[in-house]
């Protein structure tokens, strides 16, 4: 039984779907379980457990926003082998938005209450480096990626020494970034110039800073 093509409507329902399922939905779904699984919750004080949920609070926007990079790429991609690998990507990383939200909880404290504008604003960049081309797009990936990377191991390098719940999420999540990376560079990411890669870490800059308290 063949499928007829997505017309431009419904790859709007596609989306507006999508984005309420990463933003709304109670609990994502993840494919693999959580790498803090069977690991004891350690006692924290309050100021450890309020600077580890901050730190939680920021990777979990950070998923938010790849989310909305992978599918606003993806809506626009021209190949279908990129636009596969995109969301394949994408759907790695429900698994972390569901790891990063699923500890939150448990530290007792709430994802961030931006999370609207940030899915917004990285759909937006991620369907403007789509239109662009597939290699850019890929290249985005990679630069993302990599920054992305070092975030999370500078996260390592903050968490407390005692939560080796959230440490080992984050260190899973960075193995996976590193191959996101490495996957999209082999499919013809370009490297992006100095400049758009400097205004990529500032904006980062800003939403670390942002998410951390909000």
């Known amino acids: 039984m063949s499928t007829r093509p997505l017309s431009r409507l419904d790859r709007v329902i596609v989306e507006i779907e999508r984005a309420l399922g990463t933003m709304f939905q109670p609990q994502p779904i993840a494919?693999?379980?959580?790498?803090?699984?069977?690991?004891?919750?350690?006692?924290?004080?309050?100021?450890?457990?309020?600077?580890?949920?901050g730190l939680m609070r920021v990777n979990h926007v950070g998923e938010v926003c790849a989310q909305a990079l992978y599918f606003g790429q993806a809506a626009v991609a021209r190949n279908?082998?990129?636009?596969?690998?995109?969301?394949?990507?994408?759907?790695?990383?429900?698994?972390?938005?569901?790891w990063c939200g699923e500890r939150i909880a448990?530290?007792?404290?709430?994802?961030?209450?931006?999370?609207?504008?940030?899915?917004?604003?990285?759909?937006?960049?991620?369907?403007?480096?789509?239109?662009?081309?597939?290699?850019?797009?890929?290249?985005?990936?990679v630069e993302t990626e990599r920054q992305v990377e070092a975030h999370l191991q500078g996260h390592l390098d903050k968490l407390p020494p005692a939560d080796q719940r959230s440490r080992a999420i984050v260190?899973?999540?960075?193995?996976?970034?590193?191959?996101?990376?490495?996957?999209?560079?082999?499919?013809?990411?370009?490297?992006?110039?100095?400049?758009?890669?400097?205004a990529m870490r500032l904006a980062a800059d800003v939403m670390r800073k942002v998410a951390y308290r909000v």
């Open 31 to 53: 494919a693999r379980p959580s790498p803090a699984r069977g690991i004891e919750a350690a006692e924290l004080d309050e100021s450890e457990r309020r600077h580890a949920a």
């Open 80 to 98: 279908e082998a990129v636009r596969r690998q995109l969301l394949d990507a994408a759907a790695e990383e429900t698994d972390h938005l569901a």
């Open 106 to 141: 448990e530290l007792g404290d709430r994802p961030s209450l931006l999370n609207p504008l940030w899915y917004g604003g990285a759909w937006a960049i991620g369907a403007a480096a789509g239109l662009i081309g597939d290699r850019v797009s890929l290249g985005f990936v």
């Open 171 to 198: 260190a899973q999540m960075k193995d996976d970034e590193a191959r996101h990376a490495d996957h999209a560079k082999a499919a013809g990411g370009i490297d992006l110039p100095p400049p758009i890669k400097a």
